[in-house]
C-alpha cells in the first residue's frame, strides 16, 4: 500500500488536522511485474538470432570458407533465416504492444463475413499448398461489426497453425455460423458482453496434434506454447494467439479452444453482427 499523509493549517499556520490516504497499488504492481517479466522474455527472444546471426557473420567475415561452398552458404541461410525471424517478433512484439496500449483504436465497420474469410484463405495458401494441407472454407453472406484487417489477421494466426500442426494431407477448414443469442448454449459464449445480440461464431478445424488440457487457457498468454520448440521449429513468435485474444478483446468478443490432445483443435471466436449500444 501507498500511504500520503499531509498537514491542513490554519491562517496562523498552526496545524487542524491531517489527511492520511491509503492507496491500494497492488494492481499497479502486479502490471510492473509483468510489464518486467515481458521485457526479460522479449530481450531472450531477440538475443537467441541476432546471436545466430552475429555469429555466423563473424565466420563468413574469417575468410575460412570459401565464397559459394556448402559451408559458407549455409551460414548466409542462418543469417538469413535468423534476421527474418528477428523480423517477425519485432513486428509481432510492436503489434501487440499497438494494441494492448490502445494507441491505434480499431476502427469498425460493417464487412461482409465472407470476404474476411476469403483474404485469410487467401494468405495462408501458400502455407497450405506447401505443407500439402487441403483448405476447405464456407463462405456466409451476412455482415459483421468489424475492424477487418484485424479480423484477417486473426484469422490468418488461427489458419497457419492449423496447418502448422496439422499432418500432412489433412484437411483445415474456416467457417462462420450465425447464432442468435438466445439459442446460444455455449458456456464461453453466455460469458460475452455481446449475448444480448445476435454474433457471428467463427471456428477453425484442424485433425493436427491437438492440445493438451492443461493448456487450452494459457496459450492465449504471450510466449506460451504446448512445446517449449514449438515457435522455433515451425517459425512462429510465441505472440500469434495473443495477438488474436487482444484483437477479439476489443471487439467485446471471446476466443477459446476446444481440443483433444492427438486428435485436432477448434479455435472459435465471436463477433458482434451489430455495433454494441452506446
Ligand atoms: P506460435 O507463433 O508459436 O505459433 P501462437 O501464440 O500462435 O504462437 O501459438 C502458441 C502455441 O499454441 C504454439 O506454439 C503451439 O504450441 C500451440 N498451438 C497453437 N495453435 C495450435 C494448433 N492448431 N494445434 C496445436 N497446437 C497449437
Known amino acids: 500500500a501507498l500511504v500520503n499523509v499531509s498537514v491542513v493549517r490554519d491562517s496562523r499556520e498552526y496545524p487542524i488536522y491531517f489527511i492520511a490516504q491509503i492507496q491500494d497499488i497492488s494492481d499497479r504492481y502486479a502490471i510492473e511485474q509483468m510489464k518486467n517479466e515481458f521485457i526479460s522474455i522479449v530481450s531472450h527472444e531477440l538475443r537467441t538470432p541476432l546471436t ?15 565464397n559459394n561452398s556448402e559451408k559458407f552458404n549455409h551460414l548466409i541461410s542462418i543469417a538469413l533465416n535468423n534476421s527474418d525471424r528477428l523480423v517477425r517478433l519485432v513486428n509481432d512484439i510492436l503489434d501487440l504492444e499497438r494494441l494492448e496500449s490502445q494507441k491505434t483504436e480499431l476502427v469498425k465497420e460493417a464487412c461482409e463475413v465472407t470476404d474476411l474469410i476469403e483474404q485469410a484463405v487467401e494468405t495462408v495458401q ?103 520448440q514449438d515457435s522455433r521449429h515451425k517459425g512462429g513468435t510465441g505472440l500469434g494467439l495473443a495477438i488474436c485474444k487482444s484483437i477479439v478483446q476489443q471487439h467485446q468478443g471471446q476466443i477459446w479452444v476446444e481440443s483433444l490432445w492427438g486428435t485436432g483443435s477448434t479455435f472459435y471466436f465471436t463477433l458482434p453482427v451489430q455495433p454494441p449500444a452506446e
Open 126 to 228: 501458400p502455407l497450405a499448398d506447401t505443407a500439402k494441407i487441403h483448405l476447405d472454407w464456407t463462405p456466409l453472406a451476412v455482415s459483421v461489426w468489424a475492424a477487418p484487417d484485424a479480423i484477417v489477421q486473426t484469422l490468418t494466426n488461427l489458419l497457419s497453425n492449423a496447418i502448422k500442426f496439422s499432418p500432412a494431407g489433412s484437411t483445415v477448414s474456416v467457417k462462420a455460423e450465425v447464432i442468435e443469442a438466445k439459442d446460444s448454449n455455449r458456456e464461453k459464449v453466455r460469458e460475452n458482453t455481446h449475448t444480448s445480440l445476435p454474433y457471428i461464431l467463427f471456428s477453425t478445424c484442424d485433425r493436427g496434434r491437438g492440445i493438451p488440457a492443461d493448456k487450452l487457457e494459457t496459450i492465449f498468454g504471450r510466449f506460451q506454447q504446448v512445446d517449449v
Open 52 to 66: 545466430a546471426i552475429h555469429g555466423s557473420l563473424g565466420i563468413l567475415e574469417s575468410g575460412i570458407y570459401h
